[in-house]
């Protein structure tokens, strides 16, 4: 066999591999050998008390048997490193993936932690805590998003004027309902074709092209109505924010105001200019008829003036006092009272004022001042737009828990038209028919206001002759 020698046996007691196998029972060394002169390793393994087996081998062919086994196992370790190395990424990534699906179904869900990782999985455990966190977090500020555009949509659509956001591509970004009357249709995107008003067009156009704030009234013939235009440009957002506003009623009242005031003026002059004149006729007149012919127009141009004064202490006393007083009252006691503050114009005009009562009882649960005044009101309008010989009739009817109260007259009456302004301050009806009629337009609006003050209504009926106001109250 090659590399093998065949020697006589000598002693080898003292060779270091077999005092190390009567010690260790196996010893292990290597040296030059004696005979064949090359590196060997020699072996010795003790049997017994008595026997050891010793072999050798040159270093050369071990070395090589070495290196081989060795190569082997480093690839055999290789290749089952990397299978489990494989293989343990293929069961993580899964293993993960698996977590991640169970974690984003329940924050998906809302379940607890509990329910998806221990306390075990402290990577995965920790992984899931900031997850939840920022998912609290974010639901939390998703909600005070919410609130706060559920808010800020109801205080703009609350708000009595349209809003409007336009950006730089004329597209519309916000609207509320209050401005929908401007537009063809309600589902809208680009104001250019969507308003209908060509001056509101040209107005967003000019403030666009401008870049600047400005403010604007217009007139819009078609629907008869006075707008405010306002616009803002907001620079950092690169966005134009317009509000349009109804000032017809503003505009009508304006109107009215100044009309009173100058009829409020002409009716304070004229009596306060006979007063004057006439008082200078007085001490100089010495004729004791004449004198009291004075007199009684000095009287009767203090009335006009008191009564003007009364209607504005009316109007402040019914603003600043909104308490009913409700209480049986005498039907003969209420009639008296009307009797007795207009005795002189009744007296002056030979008035006929019937009563028609459909009553349980002669006493009537109402607030006796307020009911009186709105009496008086009515029927002194019947006494001055009036031309013939005043006839009044006044109803008062029982309804459950209401009365229902009528007044009417056989007067100049007025045009459908001014039914529905009758009832506003200062207003008064058509000036050519009224010429000569004096009042300050007050008297029906005290008259509305204490209706629904007792928790009434109020109608008129007129068609250029008669009128008949018809009121209810609460018991």
Known sequence: M??????????????????SALKNNEGLSTRKSEIT????????????????????????????????????????????????????????????????DQIKKMLEDGNEIKEVVTKDDRWLFKFWEVIKE?????????????????????????VDMGILLVDTEKKIKLKNDAINFIYIKEDINNYKKD?????IIKFIDR??????????????????????????YMKSREEYLF?????????ETLEVQNNFITNVGHELKTPLTNIMGYLVALREEEDSHKRNKFINIIERNAGKLDNILMDFLNLSKIESNKVINLAPIHVNLL?????????????????????????????????????????????????????????????????????????KDNGIGMNKSDTYKIFDRFYRVD?????????????????????????????????????????????
């Open 2 to 19: 090659e590399d093998q020698y065949f020697v006589p046996v000598k002693n080898y007691h003292n060779r270091s591999e077999i005092l």
């Open 37 to 100: 002169k090359k590196e060997t390793i020699y072996f010795a393994l003790r049997l017994n008390s008595s026997q050891i087996i010793r072999v050798s081998i040159i270093s050369n062919n071990a070395l090589k048997h070495i290196k081989l086994s060795t190569y082997v196992d480093i690839i055999l370790f290789s290749l089952l490193n990397l299978f489990a190395l494989i293989s343990y990424r293929f069961y993580l990534k899964r293993y993960l993936f698996d977590r991640i």
């Open 134 to 158: 920022w998912q609290d977090n974010n639901l939390k500020n998703i909600e005070k998003l919410k609130l706060e555009k559920i808010k800020l949509n109801n205080i703009i659509s609350s």
């Open 195 to 199: 308003i209908k008003y060509l001056e």
């Open 207 to 232: 403030l666009i092209s401008k870049k600047e704030n400005d403010s604007s009234e217009i007139f819009l013939d078609d629907i008869q109505k006075y707008i405010l235009l306002r616009g803002k």
């Open 243 to 251: 509000t349009i506003k109804d000032i017809t009623r503003n505009r």
């Open 335 to 407: 009639k008296d009272e009307i009797n007795r503050s207009l005795e002189n114009q009744i007296e002056s005009k030979k008035v006929n004022i019937s009563y028609k009562l459909d009553l349980q009882t002669e006493y009537i649960r109402i607030d006796f001042e307020k009911t009186t005044m709105i009496l008086k009101n009515l029927i002194e309008n019947a006494l001055i737009y009036n031309i013939n010989t005043p006839k009044i009739k006044v109803t008062i009817e029982e309804k459950f828990d209401k009365y229902k109260i009528s007044v």
């Open 431 to 475: 000036k050519a028919r009224t010429s000569n009629v004096a009042g300050t337009g007050l008297g029906l609006s005290i008259v509305y206001e204490l209706v629904h003050l007792c928790g009434g209504n109020i109608d008129v009926d007129s068609n250029r002759k008669g009128t008949l106001f018809t009121f209810t109250m609460i018991k």
